[in-house]
């Protein structure tokens, strides 16, 4: 059963990618109220390739909203997010900034992949139809290419022989590891997951951070909202610890855990263990 072959991987041994080089995502200054609430109070950040960047802190810091505004599910009030140094939310025209149209932020978001914390699969489509769908809708391949892509995808996550169930007939480990596929198909410049394992049984997470683990030694520029700290520890190149809306501290894993004399921190770390 090649999905026991992925539980038990052993951990994938990488270089610490050193947070230098070309810059994939940077986020500078970026604010974001709702109402009265700031809940994005000036945040900055670079990306580089071949990054893994973990983003951790008390829930209502504003984890999720900041990765949200990263491809423009949450438009930031103020501040400015590049994306292979294009920015987000703007097309270039006649030597202007403009505001994108729907189509310009579609394509934007091609080079995005994302995954979520409940796993948005289509239903009624099996899981290589669910990594088929986009690259055929958007003729980046016709479809026995895309199949042939899906297949390998659907293998690489350890979903050999399910590329014909549906969702339904998956765990939400494997329709997690799905939606995996289905965001490599795009083969974007930058993956984010928001908290991909928040939404699982326990016994199911250590299968999905096994996929994410692969994909970071493969060199894949990740950012990604966790409250897994042993993952964070483990497998990130950086880590920003986010609270009120603010970039608390940033850093190597081994100076932003060693640092937990900060006491909010080290309530945090205590309480999510
Ligand atoms: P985290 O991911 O760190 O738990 P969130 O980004 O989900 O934090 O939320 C930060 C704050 O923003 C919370 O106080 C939350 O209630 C508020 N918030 C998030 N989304 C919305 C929204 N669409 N409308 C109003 N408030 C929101």
Not at 141 to 150: G, L, M, N, S, V
């Amino acid at each position: 059963q090649s999905d026991v072959s992925v539980v038990d991987a052993p951990r994938a041994h990488r270089e610490r990618h050193p947070h230098a080089g070309e810059v994939v995502v940077r986020v500078r200054d970026v604010r974001k109220s709702f109402g009265d609430t700031t809940v994005l109070d000036g945040v900055d950040l670079d990306v580089h390739r071949g990054e893994v960047v973990a983003v951790i802190g008390p829930s209502g810091s504003g984890k999720t909203t900041f990765i949200r505004t990263l491809n423009r599910l949450e438009v930031p009030d103020s501040g400015t997010i590049d994306v292979d140094g294009e920015q987000v939310g703007y097309r270039v025209e006649g030597g202007r900034l403009r505001p994108a149209g729907d189509r310009d932020i579609a394509r934007q978001r091609r080079h995005i992949g994302m995954v979520f914390q409940r796993f948005n699969l289509f239903p009624h489509k099996t899981a290589l139809q669910n990594v088929t769908l986009a690259p055929v809708y958007l003729r980046l391949a016709d479809r026995a290419k895309a199949e042939r892509q899906a297949l390998d995808l659907l293998a690489k996550v350890g979903l050999e022989g399910h590329a014909h169930k549906y969702p339904h007939q998956l765990s939400g480990g494997q329709q997690q590891r799905v939606a995996i596929a289905r965001a490599l198909a795009m083969e974007p410049s930058v993956m984010l997951f928001d908290e991909p394992t928040s939404a699982l049984d326990p016994e199911l997470v250590g299968e999905v951070l096994a996929v994410m683990r692969d994909l970071a030694a493969e060199g894949m520029t990740m950012v990604v909202v966790t409250h897994e700290m042993r993952f964070a520890r483990e497998v990130a190149d950086w880590v920003v610890f986010m609270e009120d809306g603010k970039v608390l501290r940033q850093g190597p894993p081994e100076e932003i855990f060693a640092g937990a004399d900060e006491r909010r921190i080290e309530q945090f770390f205590a309480a999510v263990g």
